[in-house]
C-alpha cells in the first residue's frame, strides 16, 4: 500500500493475537499501517520480496513479530535499510524465551530494536514506531504527547478493591 508508513509483520497467523495489540495502538495514534503475514522458513520467496521492496514501497519503519527460533525480524533487518522492530511472540514451550533471545542476540552490523516478549511488546513497538514517525511530524507528536497524557490521567492515586 503505497504511502503507509508501518509495516507489521508476522511469522504466522497464530501470532496475530500477540500483534493486533501494534495495530490497536497504531489505530489510536492515527498512523496508517499494512499488517502482513510473511514467514522466513514457509514463506521465505515473500519475505525476500517484501523485505527487498520494502523502502521503496513507501514504508518508513517495520514491525516484526515472531515466535520460537524467530528469524524473521533479523533476516528482514538484513534485506532492508529501514528501521526494524522485533516482537517476540510468547511461544508454548518456551513462554517467548526463546523467541526473545533469537530476535535480541543479533551480531553486531545489522540491528533489530527488540521489544517485550508479547502484549506489551507489541504496544511499546507501535508507540515507538510513531515516536521515530513523529520526529519528523508535528501533529504526530502532538498526538503521542496526547496519548501519554491520557495513560497518566488514567492511573488512580490510590488503589481500589475493585479490579
Ligand atoms: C513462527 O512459528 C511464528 O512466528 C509463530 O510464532 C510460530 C508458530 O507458528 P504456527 O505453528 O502457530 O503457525 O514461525
Known amino acids: ?32 499501517y499494512d499488517a502482513r503475514i510473511v514467514s522466513a522458513h514457509r514463506t521465505p520467496d515473500r519475505l525476500y520480496a517484501f523485505a527487498k521492496k520494502a523502502k521503496a514501497d513507501g514504508f518508513q519503519v517495520i514491525i516484526a513479530g515472531a515466535g520460537g527460533a524467530a528469524h524473521l525480524p533479523g533476516m528482514t533487518a538484513a534485506m532492508t535499510p529501514l528501521p526494524v522492530f522485533g516482537v517476540p511472540v510468547e511461544s508454548k514451550a518456551l513462554s517467548g524465551q526463546d523467541s526473545l533471545l533469537s530476535i535480541v542476540q543479533m551480531p553486531a552490523g ?21 515516536a521515530v514517525l513523529a520526529l519528523h511530524d ?26
Open 110 to 130: 545489522i540491528p533489530v530494536g527488540t521489544l517485550a516478549i508479547g502484549r506489551a511488546g507489541a504496544v511499546n513497538a507501535a508507540l515507538l514506531a510513531a
Open 138 to 163: 508535528p501533529a504526530l507528536a502532538e498526538r503521542l504527547d496526547a496519548w501519554r497524557a491520557r495513560q497518566s490521567d488514567s492511573v488512580a492515586e490510590r488503589p481500589s478493591d475493585e479490579s
Open 1 to 32: 500500500m503505497a504511502g503507509t508508513p508501518i509495516a507489521i509483520i508476522m511469522g504466522s497467523q497464530s501470532d496475530w493475537a500477540t500483534m493486533r495489540h501494534a495495530a490497536e495502538t497504531l489505530e489510536a495514534l492515527g498512523i496508517a
